[in-house]
C-alpha cells in the first residue's frame, strides 16, 4: 500500500510540473536564451514610414528623441527589420551618416510617387497647403518626383514602435517644403467693418480662414470656368465670423478701409459686368498673377490681384494690413474688413511673387 501512495506521489508530481511548465508557456513565458535573444530586438518587429510636416529634420545624430506626433503625417507605408536590433537603437543622418545607412536597417522603401500621393491623400482635403523654404505656395498638382524628392532622415523606436521618418526636399533649391495645416479653429484677432455707402465703421473681431477663390475666364463671358489653381490654398478673413463690440476703432485702420475701398473699386470697375456681379471679392491674399499660361491659352484670374502700383497708389501695403473688399454687381465696393496682420499673426502666402 505504502508503494502505491509513492508511486502516485510520484506520478502526480510529474503532472503537476508539466502543467505547471504548460501553463507558464500558455501565458508566455520563455527560457532564458529567448529572453537574451529578446533584448537584441526582433527582425520581424513593423517599421513605419512618416513625413515630417513641418519641413525641418527634427532628429539629428546625436540628439534623437520622441516626437510629437502633430508634427508628422499618418504612416505612409510600413516594412521590416533586417536585423535583430535593440529597442533602444537609433540612429540618423548628420555626422558622416548617411540616409542610406539609415534605410540599410530596413527590409524596403516606399517610392516617393507613393509618398507624395499618400501626403496628398491625407493632407489636400483638409484645406492645408504646400509651401517652399521661401514662403510661396506650391500647388498640390506639382508635388511629383521630377520636382521633389523624399530624404529619409532618422529610424527609431518610439512608443508605438519603429519610425523611419522623412522630408520632403525640393530637387531646384536642395531645400525642404512644409505642409500647413490651418487651424481648426482660427484665433480672433481685432478687425473694423467699413460699410463705404453709409460711411460707418464698426469694431469687433473676425476669425480666418483657408480659402481657394480662383476661377479662370476663357475670353467668352458666357464660359466662365470654375477651375484654374483650384488645388492652392491660403488664408483670409472670414467675414461670416465677425462680431461687432465697442472697442474704439483704431485710426490707422479706418485710413488702411477708406484706402482699400477705393483701391479695390478701381480694381472691380475694370472687369466685366458679368464677372463683376459672380466674383465682386478682393482680397489681401489673392494671387498676384492675373494671367497663366493653360493649355495654350492666356486665361483670367477672376479673383483680381493688387499691384505694387496700385497699393502704393492707395496707400494700402500688404505687409502691414490682411483684408477684403465685398462688391456689386455694378463694380462698387460696399464693403470692407481690415485686420491689423501683426496681431493676427498671419503671414502674407504671396509675398515676392
Not at 521661401?134 to 518626383?145: A, Y
Not at 522630408?167 to 482660427?186: C, F, L, Q, Y
Not at 496707400?315 to 456689386?328: K, P, Q, T
Amino acid at each position: 500500500m505504502r508503494k502505491f501512495i509513492r508511486i502516485l506521489c510520484t506520478v502526480l508530481t510529474v503532472v503537476i510540473a508539466f502543467s505547471s511548465v504548460s501553463a507558464l508557456a500558455a501565458h508566455g513565458y520563455v527560457g532564458e536564451d529567448d529572453v537574451k535573444g529578446n533584448s537584441k530586438g526582433n527582425n520581424s518587429a513593423t517599421v513605419s514610414f512618416y513625413i515630417q510636416i513641418n519641413g525641418e529634420q527634427l532628429d539629428t545624430n546625436g540628439n534623437i528623441s520622441g516626437r510629437d506626433s502633430k508634427f508628422y503625417t499618418g504612416v505612409i507605408d510600413k516594412s521590416g527589420l533586417k536585423n535583430s536590433l535593440s529597442a533602444n537603437y537609433s540612429i540618423a543622418i548628420g555626422n558622416g551618416i548617411t540616409e542610406a545607412d539609415v534605410l540599410s536597417n530596413v527590409s524596403s522603401v516606399p517610392k516617393d510617387k507613393k509618398v507624395f500621393d499618400k501626403v496628398t491623400k491625407q493632407y489636400k482635403e483638409k484645406d492645408a497647403y504646400l509651401k517652399s523654404s521661401n514662403g510661396k505656395v506650391i500647388p498640390w498638382s506639382r508635388l511629383t518626383d521630377v520636382y521633389y524628392k523624399v530624404q529619409w532622415y532618422v529610424l527609431k523606436n518610439e512608443a508605438d514602435g519603429w519610425h523611419v521618418d522623412g522630408v520632403i526636399i525640393e530637387r531646384e533649391t536642395d531645400k525642404e517644403i512644409s505642409v500647413v495645416v490651418p487651424e481648426d479653429k482660427a484665433e480672433r484677432a481685432t478687425c473694423v467693418e467699413y460699410d463705404v455707402k453709409k460711411g460707418l465703421f464698426t469694431p469687433g473681431t473676425m476669425g480666418v480662414k483657408a480659402n481657394r477663390p480662383h476661377s479662370v475666364w476663357e475670353g467668352d463671358n458666357d464660359k466662365l470656368v470654375m477651375d484654374g489653381f483650384h488645388d492652392v490654398w491660403y488664408t483670409v478673413l472670414d467675414e461670416s465670423t465677425f462680431k461687432e463690440n465697442n472697442y474704439v476703432v483704431p485710426q490707422k485702420l479706418m485710413d488702411a478701409a477708406t484706402a482699400v475701398a477705393k483701391l479695390a473699386g478701381a480694381r472691380l470697375s475694370e472687369l466685366d459686368t458679368q464677372l463683376q456681379k459672380q466674383f465682386g471679392r478682393i482680397d489681401s491674399q489673392a494671387y498676384k498673377q492675373e494671367y497663366i499660361s493653360r493649355n495654350g491659352k492666356k486665361t483670367l484670374y477672376v479673383t483680381p490681384y493688387i499691384t505694387e502700383r496700385l497699393a502704393s497708389k492707395y496707400d494700402v501695403s500688404n505687409d502691414d494690413y490682411i483684408w477684403l473688399a465685398e462688391g456689386d454687381s455694378q463694380g462698387n465696393v460696399v464693403k470692407v474688413y481690415v485686420m491689423d496682420r501683426n496681431s493676427a499673426n498671419i503671414d502674407n502666402m504671396f509675398d515676392g511673387e
